[in-house]
């Protein structure tokens, strides 16, 4: 009984722990794109207009591609939804990477 209580407990705290990973619904106000020198990949910044992510640059999310598949999809959307006045919804993992901006898992445009 007592290892069926533990269990529970972890599978809670793991749920919770994926909860609290950050969705920004707005306008973005700038992106940014650099080569990213120790992967050889397109690295995307994303900057929104309020403190969106738990990482020390609040107002940041990123994400890295190689030009092709999804990131690419995202950039265009991105850039479609600034050009546009639209607003997008992006989700972050909940993570803050090097340079301490919340990693990308999903975008769309609104």
Do not use: H, K, P
Not at 16 to 34: E, L, M, P, V, W
Not at 71 to 76: N, Y
């Amino acid at each position: 009984m007592r290892s069926f209580a533990i269990i529970g407990l972890l599978f809670c705290t793991l749920v919770s722990a994926a909860a609290t990973a950050s969705t920004y619904n707005g306008q973005t106000i700038n992106i940014s794109t650099s080569l990213d020198s120790a992967t050889g990949l397109i690295r995307v910044g994303i900057e929104v207009t309020s403190n969106a992510t738990g990482c020390g640059n609040a107002i940041w999310y990123a994400y890295e591609y190689n030009g092709t598949g999804v990131g690419a999809v995202w950039i265009a959307s991105l850039l479609a939804a600034q050009a546009g006045g639209r607003q997008v919804t992006i989700s972050g993992n909940n993570a803050c990477d090097g340079w301490v901006m919340e990693r990308v898992t999903g975008i769309s445009m609104l």
